[in-house]
Each structure stands twice: as C-alpha cells, then as structure tokens.
C-alpha cells in the first residue's frame, strides 16, 4: 500500500510539474527613435501575440537616448534613427558589433496642417509667407539635421535663423506637436508619423527630393546589458523576416 501511495503521489507531481505554464522569458527593453515609435509598437505587438514574448518600449530622440543608455539605462535593444549612435555604442564596446543592422531608411516630409497649401513647396518657403517652422533639433535628431540639410541646399537655414522663424523641438513627437497646435505653420516631420493605415496623410506635404539630403539610415543594436540575449537575438531575426519588413514598409519607411 505505501508503495502504492507513494506512486501516486510521484504521479501526481510529475503532472503538476507537466501542467505548470512555463515561466515566461525576461521582459525585452527596447529604447526607439521617435519616429519609429508607433511603429515598434505595432511590431512589437505583433510578435508579442506570436511568441508571447513581452516587450517594454520607451521612446526618445536618438542623441537623448544615447546618452541614457552610455550612462547606464538598463535597456536591451536600441533602435536608433541613424548609424552613428549604433556605431558608436559597438566602438564604446556596449553593443554587439554583429548585432548592428538597418531596419529601415527614413524619408523626411514638410507638412502643415492646412490642405492644398504645398503645392509649389520650394515658392511657399522662399515667400516666406509663414510665422515658424519647427525641426527636431539637429545635434540629437538625424530628421532635424536632413531638414538643416534641405534647407541649406535651398539656401534658405541662414535667412530662416536670423529671422527667428525655426523653432527647434527635443524631438518629431514634439515637432510633430508645434505644427498640430498652431504654434508652427509647416515642421520638417518623418512620413511614417503621419502615414495613416490607409497611406493617408492629413493636411498637404512635400517629400524632398533624396539629393537635397544624406541618406537616413536607422540602425538597431543589440546591448550587452541585455538580460536574455538569446530573446533579444530571436527578436532582431524576426524583424529581417518578410512579415516585419512588409509592416516597416507600410508604416512609411524605405527598405534597405
């Protein structure tokens, strides 16, 4: 009989143990550029329901969160909007250099809220028939150094900055707020933070021609504070899948 009992028990345990859920995967730390923002989430959700791995996501301007990570914001990945923060967190020996890749290229866009008012952009900004224009700030912002860039070639930053009428925001979030209030009549923006599900875009906008611009090259990195880098591994490779790459595309973003 104690035989009896103790096999019972013993069976009973193994079951238990059996029908225990696994203990879920440490929680990934993803630190974005504004810009991708919304984006991220929407990928992140989507491997999310896939995996059930659960993803944390705080956003920011890539210099701003640069700085956060170099002095030791516990993040594991880093999505930034452009190749020189990713490449220089690899040289600061805090990334993995293999894990540095392009998740997307940016494509910057004049917008103003009012409709039918860019239809001859270059003429709207040379008249000058406007208050302000906001433009994340060039030192942290690759978007704010392309609208610096853009403006120079039309030879217009000099006259605009001694006129007062750039107004440098923290980052597109709030660039994107100062034309949406009416504190800024047009801000040089990102098209994926405006692009609707449909491909809609509110308002009118000009899409600078490529030459007036260096190439925005977003790159992500895996961080060695990473707490499960095998998770953070598994995460970047479902992202250079076809699925991800569909949804980057549709949100408003180049493809390399």
């Given at each position: 009989?104690?035989?009896?009992?103790?096999?019972?028990?013993?069976?009973?345990?193994?079951?238990?143990?059996?029908?225990?859920?696994?203990?879920?995967?440490?929680?990934?730390?993803?630190?974005?550029?504004?810009?991708?923002?919304?984006?991220?989430?929407?990928?992140?959700a989507q491997y999310e329901d896939q995996t059930g791995q659960q993803i944390r996501i705080s956003s920011?301007?890539?210099?701003?969160?640069?700085?956060?990570?170099?002095?030791?914001?516990?993040?594991?990945?880093?999505?930034?909007?452009?190749?020189?923060?990713?490449?220089?967190?690899?040289?600061?020996?805090?990334?993995?250099?293999?894990?540095?890749?392009t998740y997307a290229l940016g494509i910057p866009i004049l917008w103003s809220d009012r409709e039918d008012?860019?239809?001859?952009?270059?003429?709207?900004?040379?008249?000058?028939?406007?208050?302000?224009?906001?433009?994340?700030?060039?030192?942290?912002?690759?978007?704010?150094?392309?609208?610096?860039?853009?403006?120079?070639?039309?030879?217009?930053?000099?006259?605009?900055?001694?006129?007062?009428?750039?107004?440098?925001?923290?980052?597109?979030?709030?660039?994107?707020?100062?034309?949406?209030?009416?504190?800024?009549?047009?801000?040089?923006?990102?098209?994926?933070?405006?692009?609707?599900?449909?491909?809609?875009?509110?308002?009118?906008?000009?899409?600078?021609?490529?030459?007036?611009?260096?190439?925005?090259?977003?790159?992500?990195?895996?961080?060695?504070?990473?707490?499960?880098?095998?998770?953070?591994?598994?995460?970047?490779?479902?992202?250079?899948?076809?699925?991800?790459?569909?949804?980057?595309?549709?949100?408003?973003?180049?493809?390399?």
């Open positions: 009989m104690k035989n009896t009992a103790q096999l019972t028990t013993i069976t009973a345990l193994c079951c238990t143990i059996l029908l225990t859920p696994l203990v879920a995967a440490a929680e990934l730390r993803v630190a974005s550029a504004a810009n991708f923002l919304s984006t991220i989430k929407e990928l992140a920011g301007s890539s210099g701003a969160l640069y700085a956060q990570i170099s002095n030791g914001a516990p993040f594991d990945l880093f999505f930034s909007a452009d190749v020189k923060r990713a490449e220089a967190l690899v040289d600061d020996g805090m990334a993995y250099a293999d894990s540095r890749f008012w860019l239809e001859d952009p270059q003429e709207t900004l040379r008249a000058g028939d406007f208050r302000f224009i906001t433009i994340a700030e060039p030192r942290n912002a690759p978007y704010g150094a392309a609208a610096k860039q853009i403006l120079s070639d039309l030879d217009l930053w000099q006259r605009f900055t001694q006129e007062g009428r750039i107004i440098r925001a923290q980052n597109l979030t709030q660039a994107y707020s100062h034309v949406a209030s009416g504190a800024a009549d047009l801000g040089f923006l990102a098209l994926s933070q405006l692009k609707d599900k449909e491909g809609e875009i509110p308002g009118s906008f000009w899409r600078p021609p490529a030459e007036l611009f260096s190439p925005i090259e977003q790159q992500a990195v895996i961080l060695k504070r990473a707490e499960d880098h095998n998770a953070a591994r598994e995460f970047t490779d479902w992202l250079r899948g076809d699925e991800a790459r569909d949804m980057i595309e549709q949100a408003g973003y180049a493809i390399p």
